[in-house]
């Protein structure tokens, strides 16, 4: 049997739980499922037994007693909860190490613990709103799209990081049409779903009540909804967002595609907040992260949770072996 390639795990923000949680999930998985820690080793808590490696082939081989690093030089010490700019840039390259290492076969996919875009901006001049942005740039792929998923529901905004009252300008048909393709796509793929059924949501109350509370169900949502099934793919909608994440709703669909950031990121922030995972779609390679920020309130304080960051590595490995 040949040896498995790690998850490639970036370290993120080294003054948030980033390292902490690194950490915890590696004494829960060890080689059940390799990782490779990419970051610098003095960054990680006290104590935590770790090897540094020079091939990714080794992380398996050493995984059980020891979590495999692989070094980058960072400029600073990391002081728990004040991220320090100057460590900028070794953030930066641990996510590039990653996707390359997947990239080049060294690695299966790339998990990335999460970070802070404005010590990124201040320290390195970080041009991208965030992860999302900065991996499609890495793969050069115009178009990629954000999954939050969890064991009982998957969801996906059409728009992203901006003000609510610039969605409806922003939700052009384009954009929405991409989003469900590849939403479309990666369920078959990713997920292994054959014939996946979407929910599609309305972007106003009540999906615009036939008019009355908005057009844009009419006028674009519907029709494109309609060209799509043309096509042969399985969609329902625009449905009002506020009847269709309870249970038996959520037991029609595989995945729900929404139209701005909080009526996709609500309903599963609440069904699972520890255990939901942030996908990106889109990409030729696989990328999942923790759905949750760097908790600088608690970084150094040994209390961080690993469960969203343990999900995002288990979801990588299904993906991994999907697409395999």
Avoid at 88 to 98: L, N
Avoid at 157 to 186: C, F, M, S
């Amino acid at each position: 049997m040949s040896t498995p390639l790690p998850i490639a795990l970036s370290c993120g923000d080294p003054s948030g739980i980033g390292p902490e949680i690194a950490a915890k999930a590696w004494d829960q998985l060890r080689a059940r499922l390799p990782l490779l820690w990419i970051g610098d080793p003095r960054h990680l808590p006290r104590g935590t037994p770790h090897r540094e490696i020079g091939s990714p082939a080794e992380a398996a081989h050493c995984a059980a007693t020891a979590l495999p690093v692989w070094p980058i030089r960072f400029a600073a010490e990391a002081r728990p909860g004040d991220p320090d700019p100057a460590n900028a840039a070794g953030v930066i390259e641990a996510i590039s190490t990653a996707v390359t290492l997947v990239r080049e076969g060294q690695a299966r996919a790339v998990c990335t613990a999460p970070i802070h875009k404005k010590a990124l901006r201040d320290g390195a001049g970080f041009a991208y709103p965030g992860h999302t942005e900065f991996l499609a740039a890495l793969a050069g792929v115009p178009r990629v799209v954000m999954m939050l998923a969890c064991t009982e529901l998957r969801v996906v905004p059409t728009t992203i990081h901006i003000a609510l009252e610039q969605v409806p300008a922003a939700l052009t048909p384009e954009l929405l049409r991409d989003t469900i393709r590849i939403t479309h796509a990666a369920l078959i793929h990713d997920f292994g779903i054959p014939a996946p059924r979407i929910a599609v949501a309305g972007l106003n109350p009540h999906a615009g009540e036939g008019g009355a509370m908005g057009r844009e169900e009419l006028e674009m949502i519907a029709p494109l909804i309609a060209d799509l099934r043309a096509e042969g793919l399985a969609l329902s909608g625009p449905l009002p967002a506020d009847t269709m994440f309870h249970a038996r709703a959520r037991a029609g669909y595989d995945a729900a595609v929404c139209m701005y950031h909080d009526q996709a990121l609500i309903p599963i922030k609440t069904i699972d907040f520890a255990g939901g995972v942030n996908l990106t779609l889109g990409l030729p390679f696989i990328r999942t992260s923790p759905d949750h920020g760097t908790a600088y309130d608690i970084a150094g304080k040994g209390v961080a949770d690993p469960t969203s960051l343990i999900a995002a590595l288990k979801m990588a490995d299904e993906m991994a072996r999907m697409r395999a």
